[in-house]
């Protein structure tokens, strides 16, 4: 272990959420319905996101059993993009800032 | 086969097999969803830049009907400046991208006959319209929690006893039609999903062929 740290840990954590939260202010999160199948909901999040297969079924099932997933961090500007994409797509999403709800 | 289900061609693209009663039908809910949209009702054309600026230079209304708000839903839930700057921003891009899907699965479900041929680049769209037509109808049948949607499926399946009494035929189709965009929809996506690079373990999901 490095013996130079002089930052405690727990401001070194505080000082990152802090940073993200600056570089990335606003989510996207993509709300469960009854209607949206559990295979397009993977598909969009796989070719919209360009996310991995197992990270996009994953959020699919939290969206399909916890209700709603985050599924994009960024600008309000950015999350507003993936909004609209969701919409166009059919799925229903909302934008936030970080840290807003859960 | 599956009457309804898409199925890998062997040139590429997917077919779905469908009678001319089916497509009357079908054709006739996109009408009703396009119309809901705004579609060839004196919409401005998109083409003129003056025009867009002009649209979106005032506030737009988040729609009443439940149906259309399911299509074009708002984008805060607790900040209604947002969800008003998503709307004006973003409301008409969407009514013309959603009418433009319909329109082309219009277009195959008229020109069709009774093969659908779906070539892989126009399936994104196509399925993103089936989505629409579900959430609409979903919709005014009152759809609402996933029991909803299982109690629709089994009226579709079954039917409802008291139907031959009380006359009340007209859920049961719906429940059909309902059940049908489905089929369709789940069907042309796990297709699609086939076709998406990087995905040769099994889904243990996949329904069987």
């Known amino acids: 272990m490095p013996t130079t740290a002089t930052v405690p840990l727990e401001d070194t954590r505080a000082d990152a959420v802090e940073q993200t939260e600056a570089a990335h202010p606003w989510v996207t999160i993509v709300w469960n319905d009854p209607v949206n199948l559990m295979s397009y909901v993977s598909w969009v999040f796989r070719t919209y996101f360009g996310f991995p297969r197992t990270r996009a079924e994953h959020l699919m099932m939290q969206v399909h059993t916890q209700g709603r997933a985050t599924v994009s961090h960024g600008t309000l500007e950015q999350m507003e993009t993936d909004a609209q994409a969701m919409h166009g797509f059919g799925l229903w999403a909302t934008v936030e800032p970080t840290g807003a709800g859960h | ?209």
């Open chain 2, 1 to 209: 086969m599956a009457a309804g289900a898409f199925e890998a061609r062997v040139d590429g693209g997917y077919v779905a097999h469908l009678d001319a009663a089916e497509r009357g039908v079908l054709v006739a809910v996109v009408d009703e969803v396009v119309e809901l949209l705004g579609g060839d009702l004196g919409m401005p054309d998109g083409d003129d830049p003056l025009e867009m600026v002009r649209l979106g230079a005032s506030l737009v209304p988040a729609p009443t009907d439940p149906a259309l708000l399911r299509l074009l839903p708002d984008a805060s839930r607790a900040d209604a400046a947002v969800a008003a700057e998503f709307r004006r921003l973003t409301e008409e891009e969407l009514r013309r991208t959603k009418v433009g899907n319909l329109l082309r699965l219009r277009a195959e479900l008229v020109h069709a006959g009774p093969a659908m041929v779906v070539q892989p680049g126009e399936a994104p769209g196509l399925a993103a319209a089936l989505t629409d037509l579900r959430l609409v109808l979903a919709e005014r049948l009152g759809v609402s929690t996933e029991a909803d949607a299982d109690e629709l499926h089994r009226l579709a399946v079954q039917g409802d006893p008291a139907e031959a009494e009380t006359g009340e035929v007209t859920r049961r189709f719906l429940a059909l039609v309902y059940d049908l965009l489905t089929l369709l929809q789940d069907s042309l996506v796990w297709l699609m999903l086939d076709d998406l690079p990087g995905d040769d373990e099994p889904d243990p999901r996949r329904p069987p062929r």
